[in-house]
């Protein structure tokens, strides 16, 4: 997600990193950087002159100039003015305990709106709210079908009438079933076009002037770039609308229409669409999309994933065989099963700090493959093994080898991985977020994630700077360090 603006940004911070001084000359260098990474990223022109203007002004004030470390200084600068443009956002639904909250998805055709609208729907059925779906698109039959689909595979109602060409008529007619059915929320998938039209907009203000929806969502594609922006600006002038929901965020979007649409338009986004599958649409957090654009991480999001795999109930066990130390192997496999959903290990480590340059290599084939040949090992061994993975000796190695179709040695270097992971997490039992997170960020600065010897597996990645002797010497002491911390740990 907004890789080539991420580049671009440290791109600008790393021009002023090493001055021995920083002199406006220097300063105005890095900020031309900025705004050049900006426009590139289709940002619209009017936001990137308001956007620099306020940076210049702060980065180019004396306490800035006189700073120790200028580079993170205008790095929290950026950050913060990111923030401001985007912000501030209230991604909550307002539901009305009286009476069904309705929902008004709008947009043009191919912006992915009957999909968000599963995307809602998963998301209210996370708090164990069943909302009714509403086929108010009847230019397209094909919509039609699409929403029952998607009624039928998230298991809620999908409200259709055939026999009716009033969209009107429809939307009233599902608000009246959900009042009937006790439904909480009613979702209103409307009409599109391919472009806006009278016939479109006259149609949409009849649905809100008739129906009165609480909230009118207009979904907009985030990789047709400021057409998003002029679209959002044409929907909210007929409509009022309250907020915007972006799709298509994990493709090559260049975050241009994110940046501008708030700004142009005064409509905050609200959701953002991160993948095709249902549970891929997240509250829109300014200060975590401007962490991500930072490539400084987003905790909360990161978090978010964490307990849609891991339930309440499942945590509280896992904590107490982490802080007992009877984590076992069957514990491991179940946790890498529910971490090999599809692109779902790439996501968490882009919203985790210090580790999107792990994303790439846990999102390719040969990751995934090596995550089953780890499953089906342990597959092969006996409650006993996995249990007690002391017990395996060399002919136990063969067997299990032979049972998964892999190499003996893979067996033995799963054993020193799990060796290594163990009291590395009965360490973190009971610890928050920040600490766990600190934690991760010392073992991975200190190489003992990736060094062999102590069990980590290898991931190939940039080899960076040349280290001087007394650097390594830093590492070693760093690593031996933790060595002895986890092995008084672990006894």
């Known amino acids: 997600m907004f890789d080539s603006l991420s580049e671009g940004l440290q791109s600008a911070f790393k021009s002023l990193s090493g001055r021995g001084k920083l002199t406006e000359s220097n300063m105005r260098d890095g900020l031309k950087i900025v705004e050049e990474s900006l426009l590139e990223s289709d940002v619209s022109y009017s936001v990137v002159k308001e956007f620099m203007t306020h940076v210049s002004e702060k980065a180019l004030g004396k306490r800035v100039l006189l700073s120790l470390r200028p580079q993170e200084e205008l790095v929290r600068i950026v950050h913060d003015e990111l923030v401001e443009t985007l912000g501030p956002v209230d991604s909550s639904l307002h539901l009305r305990a009286d009476r069904p909250t309705i929902l008004m998805l709008c947009g043009l055709q191919g912006s992915g709106k ?10 209210l059925r996370e708090q164990e709210i069943e909302p009714l779906l509403v086929a108010a698109d009847l230019q397209r039959p094909a919509a039609i079908e699409q929403l029952k689909v998607i009624g039928e595979q998230l298991g809620v109602p999908v409200h259709t009438e055939t026999d009716h060409q009033d969209p009107v008529k429809v939307c009233q007619n599902g608000v009246a079933r959900a009042k009937r059915d006790g439904n909480r929320v009613v979702i209103l998938d409307t009409a599109g076009r391919l472009a806006i039209d009278e016939e479109l907009m006259a149609q949409l203000k009849k649905i809100d002037r008739k129906v009165s929806p609480d909230q009118v969502y207009l979904v907009v594609d985030g990789m047709t770039g400021q057409d998003a922006v002029n679209s959002a600006g044409a929907f909210n002038d007929a409509l009022e609308l309250d907020g915007v929901i ?3 965020l994990d ?8 940046l501008s649409v708030k700004q142009v338009t005064g409509v905050p986004v609200k959701f953002i669409g991160t993948g095709e599958r249902f549970d891929a649409l997240e509250p829109f957090r300014p200060e975590g999309m401007a962490s991500r654009i930072l490539q400084m991480g987003d905790i909360v999001a990161a978090a978010r994933e964490a307990h849609r795999i891991v339930d309440e109930s499942e945590r509280e066990t896992l904590e107490e065989k982490m802080a007992t130390g009877q984590f076992s192997l069957d514990d491991f496999k179940n946790m890498m099963q529910k971490i090999t959903q599809p692109g779902l290990m790439g996501r968490m480590m882009s919203l985790m700090p210090g580790m999107g340059q792990f994303k790439e290599a846990m999102e390719s084939a040969e990751a995934g493959g090596q995550m089953k040949q780890i499953i089906g090992a342990i ?6 093994e996995r249990k007690n993975p002391k017990l395996i000796d060399a002919s136990r190695r063969t067997r299990i080898a032979a049972g998964a179709g892999v190499q003996s040695s893979s067996i033995t270097q799963l054993i020193k991985q799990f060796d290594t992971m163990k009291p590395l997490m009965q360490m973190m039992a009971g610890k928050g977020g920040g600490d766990r997170m600190a934690m991760l960020r010392q073992l991975q600065s200190s190489g003992a994630l990736t060094d062999p ?3 980590g597996s290898k991931v190939k990645q940039s080899t960076g700077k040349r280290l001087s002797p007394a650097e ?5 002491k760093e690593r031996e360090k933790l060595k002895r911390k986890m092995k008084r740990k672990g006894r």
């Open 251 to 258: 493709g090559d979007a260049r975050g241009g229409a994110l």
């Open 114 to 123: 009957t999909t968000t609208c599963g995307k809602l729907t998963q998301m």
């Open 246 to 248: 972006m799709t298509k």
């Open 453 to 455: 010897r102590m069990g």
């Open 379 to 384: 597959n092969s061994m006996t409650p006993a």
């Open 472 to 476: 390594r010497a830093k590492q070693r």
